[in-house]
């Protein structure tokens, strides 16, 4: 039996503050699946029992900015706050509270990037969340018991790191995972997505077509789909369907197809709405 670590489950869901802020402007049938989902993310999450849990998300500017603003981030921190402020915690209706951080795999990821040839941002301390864990983990680890290693993508303005990267750089977490024995059972989860507007007048549209065909991509588990987006494809469904490289990210970590447990166009909740499981 081996000693090294391993990806023991990959998930990926969506992170739209009305989540968790507003969720009864949801219809209640659309509101239901999503809940059921992430309530079935949740259990299989407590049957994997593990011991940390790698996060990877895009952060709106709550860390970092236009001048600085890296492709990917690695955080090594024993904590992290969120949300970050109590305005921001009032919106998204979670309680401010300290997450655990796993600092030594943290650590060991940052290296194993170097080693790979990625030049990610080392986050040594200070990392705050906004509703990009705290409104999935609200569901997911309410007491926020799982150890997190969080991992910033650029999802929020360009130039963003290509879909290639992005899914080279799951598969490089996979790797740095099975390099390693301090923690065996490691689960990935990808939060973002999926089409939705920002800050622009189409702010509340949803883009059905682009959401079905991208979790059809990621249902197949084929690489070259999930990698061969441009720039104007995504566009097409907002400047925050951008973040689907978080998605990517834990398709490459995972290398196998995802079981896509709840999709929801909830334009009460700005987002097309998604939760999904890799068939590891």
């Not at 796993?102 to 705050?128: I, K």
Request: charged share 20%; glycine share 8%.
């Amino acid at each position: 039996m081996s000693t090294h670590g391993r990806i023991v489950g990959a998930f990926a869901a969506s992170h739209s503050p009305g989540i968790t802020g507003w969720p009864e402007k949801a219809p209640p049938d659309a509101r239901a699946t999503v809940e059921r989902a992430y309530a079935e993310v949740r259990h299989r999450i407590e049957e994997l029992e593990p011991d940390a849990v790698i996060a990877v998300s895009v952060e709106h500017f709550t860390n970092f900015h236009l001048g600085n603003l890296p492709a990917f981030a690695i955080a090594t921190g024993d904590t992290y706050l969120g949300p970050a402020t109590a305005e921001m915690a009032a919106f998204v209706n979670v309680e401010q509270h300290h997450y655990p951080g796993a600092a030594s795999l943290g650590r060991h990821l940052y290296a194993e990037a170097l080693t790979a040839e990625f030049d990610p941002a080392l986050v040594e301390g200070g990392l705050e969340f906004d509703e990009n864990f705290c409104v999935p983990l609200k569901h997911l680890d309410p007491d926020s018991r799982r150890p997190l290693v969080p991992v910033i993508v650029n999802g929020v303005n360009p130039p963003w790191p290509t879909p290639k990267r992005c899914y080279d750089f799951g598969r490089m977490i996979r790797a740095a995972v099975e390099s390693q024995s301090e923690a065996r059972r490691v689960v990935v989860l990808a939060t973002g997505g999926l089409s939705h507007w920002v800050g622009l007048p189409e702010s509340g549209s949803i883009n059905e077509e682009f959401d079905r065909d991208f979790v059809a991509r990621l249902e197949s588990g084929e690489p070259g789909r999930l990698t061969s987006y441009t720039r104007e494809e995504i566009d097409l469904a907002g400047n925050g369907a951008h973040e689907i490289r978080t998605w990517i990210v834990a398709a490459g970590a995972a290398g196998v197809g995802f079981d896509v447990l709840a999709y929801e166009p909830v334009p009460a909740w700005l987002t097309g709405t998604a939760v999904a499981a890799a068939r590891l």
